[in-house]
C-alpha cells in the first residue's frame, strides 16, 4: 500500500454517506484490499453469493475490474456487478497517484422486484446457490431508481473529494510508485521514456508499466502523453504564445507531431482549442 489513512476520519465520513443515501460504501487501497466500509457487514444478497466459490471468486474479479476500468478513465464508472446489482466506484487521488478507490454498492436498481430478480435468477444460475433464499432477498429490497443512483454517484464523488482535502491519506514517500512519479513531474517536458525511467529505477519494464497501469490507468508513454496535452491545453486557454512555441513548450521538437497528438487526444486541433477558449 503506498498511502496511509486515517480509519477514524474515514469511517466517520463512511457513515455520513450511508446515513444520507442507505447504501453501503467501501474503501479499497491502491491493491484492491478493503481498508473500510460502512456498515461492516456484507450485504445479505452478497453472503448468499458467496456461499458458492465460484460466486465468492466473480465478486473479488468484479471489483478489481471495476477498479481498473474507473482508473483507466479517470472517473466515476457506474455498472451492474456479476450477480446483477448496481455499483458505482470513483478513483481516490493524491495528485496524479491512485491511492485507492471508493465503492457504492448492492443496489437494487430496477423498475420492479419480478423484472430484477428475472435478470440476477439468469446471472446466478451457474451458481450453487439457495435460490429460493435469493428471491427471498431481492424482493425486501428497495427499488432504487436511475435518478437515484446518478444522485449518489455524485455525492460520491464529493465524498472522494473531500477525503482528499481534508488529508485523510497520505502518500509513503519511500515507496517507489511516489518517486517514479515525482521524477516523472520534475521531467515530463524533458525527452524521457519508459526505458529511461526504468533505467533510473534500476527496475525491468514489465514492473514499470503495471505500476503505470495500477496508479494512472495507463502506460507511462500515455501519461507523459496526457500530461504534456494538459500543459498545452494551459497555455493555449492563459496566452497568445505561437503553436510552435506552445509544442515547444511541452516537449514536442516536432510541431507537426504535437498537431497531430494534440488533436488525437482532445477531438480538435490547437488551434480551433485555442479559438474556443477565447470566447
Same mark, same amino acid.
Given at each position: 500500500?503506498?498511502?496511509?489513512?486515517?480509519?477514524?476520519?474515514?469511517?466517520?465520513?463512511?457513515?455520513?454517506?450511508?446515513?444520507?443515501?442507505?447504501?453501503?460504501?467501501?474503501?479499497?487501497?491502491?491493491?484492491?484490499?478493503?481498508? =473500510?466500509?460502512?456498515?461492516?457487514?456484507?450485504?445479505?444478497?452478497?453472503?448468499?453469493?458467496?456461499?458458492?466459490?465460484?460466486?465468492?471468486?466473480?465478486?473479488?474479479?468484479?471489483?478489481?475490474?471495476?477498479?481498473?476500468?474507473? =482508473?483507466?478513465?479517470?472517473?466515476?464508472?457506474?455498472?451492474?456487478?456479476?450477480?446483477?446489482?448496481?455499483?458505482?466506484?470513483?478513483?481516490?487521488?493524491?495528485?496524479?497517484?491512485?491511492?485507492?478507490?471508493?465503492?457504492?454498492?448492492?443496489?437494487?436498481?430496477?423498475?420492479?422486484?419480478?423484472?430484477?430478480?428475472?435478470?440476477?435468477?439468469?446471472?446466478?444460475?451457474?451458481?450453487?446457490?439457495?435460490?429460493?433464499?435469493?428471491?427471498?432477498?431481492?424482493? @425486501?429490497?428497495?427499488? +432504487?431508481?436511475?435518478?437515484?443512483?446518478?444522485?449518489?454517484?455524485?455525492?460520491?464523488?464529493?465524498?472522494?473529494?473531500?477525503?482528499?482535502?481534508?488529508?485523510?491519506?497520505?502518500?509513503?514517500?519511500?515507496?517507489?510508485?511516489?518517486?517514479?512519479?515525482?521524477?516523472?513531474?520534475?521531467?515530463?517536458?524533458?525527452?524521457?521514456?519508459?526505458?529511461?525511467? =526504468?533505467?533510473?529505477?534500476?527496475?525491468?519494464?514489465?514492473?514499470?508499466?503495471?505500476? =503505470?497501469?495500477?496508479?494512472?490507468?495507463?502506460?507511462?508513454?500515455? +501519461?507523459?502523453?496526457?500530461?504534456?496535452?494538459?500543459?498545452?491545453?494551459?497555455?493555449?486557454?492563459?496566452?497568445?504564445?505561437?503553436?510552435?512555441?506552445?509544442?515547444?513548450?511541452?516537449?514536442?521538437?516536432?510541431?507537426?507531431?504535437?498537431?497531430?497528438?494534440?488533436?488525437?487526444?482532445?477531438?480538435? @486541433?490547437?488551434?480551433?482549442?485555442?479559438?474556443?477558449?477565447?470566447?
Amino acid at each position: 500500500m503506498i498511502s496511509t489513512f486515517d480509519l477514524t476520519k474515514l469511517n466517520s465520513l463512511l457513515e455520513d454517506f450511508y446515513r444520507l443515501t442507505r447504501i453501503r460504501i467501501t474503501v479499497f487501497d491502491d491493491q484492491f484490499a478493503e481498508l =473500510a466500509s460502512y456498515p461492516e457487514h456484507v450485504a445479505p444478497f452478497c453472503q448468499i453469493i458467496r456461499t458458492d466459490k465460484e460466486g465468492h471468486e466473480q465478486c473479488k474479479k468484479c471489483d478489481q475490474e471495476a477498479c481498473l476500468r474507473a =482508473a483507466k478513465q479517470h472517473s466515476l464508472y457506474t455498472y451492474r456487478c456479476h450477480a446483477g446489482l448496481t455499483e458505482s466506484i470513483t478513483p481516490l487521488y493524491l495528485g496524479n497517484i491512485i491511492i485507492g478507490y471508493l465503492l457504492f454498492g448492492h443496489v437494487f436498481a430496477y423498475d420492479s422486484h419480478e423484472k430484477g430478480w428475472h435478470i440476477i435468477e439468469e446471472k446466478c444460475r451457474n451458481y450453487k446457490l439457495d435460490m429460493d433464499l435469493l428471491k427471498k432477498e431481492c424482493f @425486501s429490497m428497495p427499488l +432504487h431508481s436511475e435518478d437515484y443512483i446518478t444522485s449518489a454517484s455524485h455525492i460520491l464523488e464529493a465524498v472522494a473529494s473531500y477525503l482528499c482535502l481534508e488529508r485523510m491519506a497520505c502518500l509513503r514517500k519511500q515507496e517507489l510508485p511516489v518517486q517514479i512519479d515525482e521524477y516523472i513531474q520534475t521531467h515530463f517536458l524533458e525527452d524521457i521514456t519508459a526505458k529511461d525511467i =526504468a533505467e533510473k529505477f534500476e527496475i525491468g519494464k514489465t514492473q514499470l508499466y503495471e505500476i =503505470a497501469k495500477q496508479n494512472y490507468g495507463v502506460g507511462i508513454a500515455e +501519461h507523459i502523453r496526457n500530461l504534456r496535452i494538459e500543459k498545452a491545453k494551459q497555455l493555449l486557454e492563459n496566452n497568445r504564445l505561437p503553436l510552435a512555441e506552445i509544442a515547444s513548450q511541452c516537449g514536442y521538437k516536432d510541431y507537426n507531431y504535437f498537431i497531430t497528438v494534440f488533436k488525437r487526444v482532445v477531438g480538435i @486541433s490547437p488551434k480551433k482549442y485555442q479559438s474556443i477558449s477565447e470566447r
